[in-house]
């Protein structure tokens, strides 16, 4: 029998496909093809080989030679189901063991009883001939079962083994993968906490450099650009997102120590610059979307120097500023280059990071159409409180805070069971609301804060810019007034007197002062008139008001969150940590807190003063 399963037959036995192919779904056209071929092929060479005995023998008894004719048709029909049924099941999926067994018994009982039916049927006759014919055809079943099950199962066995490694294959980068060199990582000194941040980006710098000039031929002259291009950009900021990642890992890390987890120096080490890493690339997403956001608003000033755009356009000619634009989105893609090279190990962990990656980029980029609509695209009266909502949800708050406080809980929980989707709820919840009173604070120090102390010239006024104090001047208390009056007006059988008609003249006047200087200030004079509306309608007053019911909020959410948290690993003390930094003035514990406060309160009595 063995001579029938050579090369050829194995080959159709699989659907016509190589051994190391990978799994695809059968065509019905191709199998029924299939089963024809191999019937022909295995009935032909079977038929020729018993011609071939039969001349041999030269036997002359003819009821001897009606009993193998018998006999060949006999054993034509029950290949002919043997095959059928392997074709038909084995090739469209892979069986365990336990199925393989229960099949081979139940095909040799099929065999017997068939055997025994079709003898009956016809072969009357000798009664020693019959349990001859019987005998051989059940070891032939039992033989071709043997062979079938057992080559079968190499074959599948094999091609499923392929099929896992090729699972993780990547075919478009298979080729670099040769020229990864080993990840070592440097001492994270907890003493010198930025100092050691820093030294992680200098290795990613390096490491995407050499990556770039071995797999992609990169010249000297575009590694030179690109290297000036990230220290010039990435570096500089205050790197409040990149840190918030690693402070994350720390807390969780040491609150697991005190519930007497088991840790090492190693292990901490690896487990420090790994969140640097993805701090890091926190960084360098928000250096790319702030390089194109400097394009699209026309900023000149960024962190204390000029913008990358701006810096080409002064040092080059012919445009050169537009090549900005290409850096930044190179930049976006050196973030995944980062994230599969140190995060690689765990595919899991990996698509993950990468998920909650690409999908907070979405929302910010959502966030930044919301706000470049603002520019001359829809009216005033469209820059609701709730549309500044939403464009510093999406914006700022889940890049900013979201991304950075759920990357360190993701990671730090990669190795134990995976936090549920109430618990990224809660930490959302919480990081939202801090996160827009932080837009909040961000757009008051635009309008009142000194340009050494912000960074930045404040644009938010010339730029038409929806921003927190104009929805409030605008909607919450100008209009609010307008509508009022109108109604009473409405109301009154009686002409008003001088008064209500000098306060209705003086609302007017404000709605059109800045309904023509808001986005089109020509001069200095203009945009200090509208902050000095702003100090007249009580803005600074309703900032304050607004800060101290944002952080009571804050407070009555921890009541709800802290022992869901605590429960899965996450310390209230990461959330205490932006309550400290953001609620200026507000927090009763930190005295550089109370600092920050008290300079931020003259500088509104000082506005107000004014």
Known sequence: VSNYFNDEIVYSLTGGRKKNATKESSN??????????????LFDKMKKKEEEETVSCRCDDTNKMDDNKKKDSFSEKVFIERIEKIISEKIIYQPTKKEKAKKKNNEI??????????????????????????????????MIGGILSFVAGLLFNRRSSSDKKEDFLLPATAEYQRYSPPIEYPTYDLDRPKDSFIQICDMLIDELLVDLTLNYKLPQRER??????????????????????????????????????????TTNNTTLCRLAVLGWCVEWMQTWLLMTDDVMDSI??????????????????????????NDAFTMESLVYKVIKRHFGYDPSLCYSIIDIMT???????????????????????????????????????????????????????????QKKKEVYDAVRDLVIEMGTYFQARDDYMD????????????TDI??????WLFTK???????????????????????????????????????????????????????????ELYVTLGIPKMYQKYERESYQKIQSMKESYEKLLENVGIPWSIFENFIRKFYAGVHPDDEDTKNNGTTMKKESQQATSK
Not at 233 to 255: C, E, P, Q, S, Y
Not at 377 to 390: A, H, M, N, S, Y
Not at 447 to 458: D, F, I, N, S, T
Request: some cysteine; proline content about 2%; hydrophobic content about 25%.
């Open 359 to 417: 999908e907070t980029t979405l929302q910010t980029e959502l966030g930044q159409l919301y706000d470049t609509l603002c520019n001359n695209v829809i009216p005033l009266k469209d820059f609701t409180p709730q549309r500044w909502k939403q464009i510093v949800q999406y914006k700022t708050a889940y890049y900013s805070f979201y991304l950075s406080t759920a990357l360190a809980i993701m990671f730090m929980s990669s190795k134990g069971e």
């Open 109 to 142: 009982e099929n065999i017997i009883v068939s055997s025994c039916n079709t003898t009956n049927t016809t072969n009357n006759g000798d009664n020693e001939n019959k349990n001859t014919t019987n005998l051989l055809l059940l070891l032939l079943g039992g």
């Open 473 to 531: 001047a605008y909607h919450d208390v100008l209009l609010q007034q307008q509508r009022q009056q109108q109604k009473q007006r409405r109301l009154s059988s009686i002409n008003t007197n001088n008064k209500d008609k000098n306060k209705n003249n003086e609302t007017e006047s404000m709605i059109e002062l800045l309904e023509h200087n808001y986005g089109n200030c020509d001069t200095k004079e203009e945009e200090k008139q509208i902050k």
């Open 462 to 467: 010339i730029d038409r810019k929806c921003t």
């Open 28 to 41: 019905n056209n191709n199998d029924k093809n299939n089963k024809q071929k191999v019937r022909k092929s």
């Open 224 to 265: 030179d650009w690109l290297y000036n291009m990230m220290q010039y950009n990435i570096k500089g900021g205050k790197m409040n997102r990149g840190l918030i990642v690693v402070n994350t890992g720390i807390d969780i890390l040491r609150h697991n120590k005190q519930n007497n987890l088991p840790t090492d120096d």
């Open 300 to 325: 000149d000033m960024r962190r204390g120097k000029k913008t990358w755009y701006r810096k080409l356009d002064d040092d080059y000619e012919g445009g050169s500023w537009s090549i900005a634009i």
């Open 447 to 458: 309008c009142y804060a000194a340009p050494e102390k912000l960074g930045k010239v404040g």
